[in-house]
């Protein structure tokens, strides 16, 4: 398949496109400028902001499914008040541009990430981490999180977007199972989670779970 990885700089991301030219997918990563970005020479790398509806179009144009692992980044990430260093509506522009882009480039599946708490899925999280998320920046990116979420619900396109507890930095361990409790020293590496996206992505079948949290 040829794939186009969005965030691909991100922690998630990085290991998406590892996996992917891995696993010997013709891969197309978009990268914002200024980030440092060492990628494999068979890797198609687009420079650009995924907010300019052009760099999303010439990104699209030729690929099987878009996998996005784009989030709201804050200035101090281990500090849930810190200011944003991200459009506080950033997946939700991006998603509503892309809805109209893949039925005009004839791609129908999309895989994405958001965080387990996003939407109905906070009344299973933890009492602790639900009252921080909150009452935190954390709030900000969970509403973005779940206007993509909501943009992708009203078209009849084949998507699914994982929710992923608390993200660890790490390789794929091949322990992960979709979960109903997002507890409190719940953990997940991104390799973990991107693998679970990859394996996703190319599945033979349309999604019925369009939205698993995993841990």
Same mark, same amino acid.
């Given at each position: 398949?040829?794939?186009?990885?969005?965030?691909?700089?991100?922690?998630?991301?990085?290991?998406?496109?590892?996996?992917?030219?891995?696993?010997?997918?013709?891969?197309?990563?978009?990268?914002?400028?200024?980030?440092?970005? #060492?990628?494999?020479?068979?890797?198609?790398?687009?420079?650009?902001?995924?907010?300019?509806?052009?760099?999303?179009?010439?990104?699209?144009?030729?690929?099987?499914?878009?996998?996005?692992?784009?989030?709201?980044?804050?200035?101090?990430?281990?500090?849930?008040?810190?200011?944003?260093?991200?459009?506080?509506?950033?997946?939700?522009?991006?998603?509503?541009?892309?809805?109209?882009?893949?039925?005009?480039?004839?791609?129908?599946?999309?895989?994405?990430?958001?965080?387990?708490?996003?939407? #109905?899925?906070?009344?299973?999280?933890?009492?602790?981490?639900?009252?921080?998320?909150?009452?935190?920046?954390?709030?900000?990116?969970?509403?973005?999180?779940?206007?993509?979420?909501?943009?992708?619900?009203?078209?009849?396109?084949?998507?699914?977007?994982?929710?992923?507890?608390?993200?660890?930095?790490?390789?794929?361990?091949?322990?992960?199972?979709?979960?109903?409790?997002?507890?409190?020293?719940?953990?997940?590496?991104?390799?973990?989670?991107?693998?679970?996206?990859?394996?996703?992505?190319?599945?033979?079948?349309?999604?019925?779970?369009?939205?698993?949290?995993?841990?």
């Amino acid at each position: 398949m040829k794939l186009l990885i969005l965030g691909a700089s991100g922690g998630c991301g990085r290991w998406l496109v590892k996996l992917a030219a891995e696993r010997g997918h013709t891969v197309r990563a978009v990268v914002r400028p200024e980030t440092p970005f #060492e990628t494999p020479q068979e890797i198609e790398l687009i420079r650009g902001n995924v907010l300019d509806k052009k760099v999303l179009e010439e990104g699209i144009s030729g690929c099987d499914v878009v996998i996005s692992a784009l989030g709201i980044k804050r200035e101090k990430p281990w500090n849930p008040w810190s200011d944003l260093a991200s459009p506080e509506d950033l997946t939700t522009r991006v998603a509503k541009m892309l809805v109209k882009l893949m039925p005009q480039n004839n791609i129908a599946r999309f895989v994405g990430i958001t965080a387990a708490g996003v939407r #109905e899925s906070i009344h299973s999280v933890n009492p602790v981490l639900r009252w921080l998320i909150l009452n935190s920046n954390i709030r900000v990116a969970y509403k973005d999180l779940a206007n993509m979420e909501s943009t992708f619900e009203k078209t009849p396109l084949d998507w699914m977007v994982v929710r992923p507890v608390t993200l660890k930095d790490g390789a794929p361990t091949g322990k992960v199972e979709m979960i109903n409790h997002y507890g409190l020293t719940k953990s997940i590496t991104r390799g973990d989670v991107a693998k679970w996206m990859l394996d996703s992505a190319e599945q033979p079948v349309p999604f019925s779970a369009k939205t698993p949290m995993i841990g």
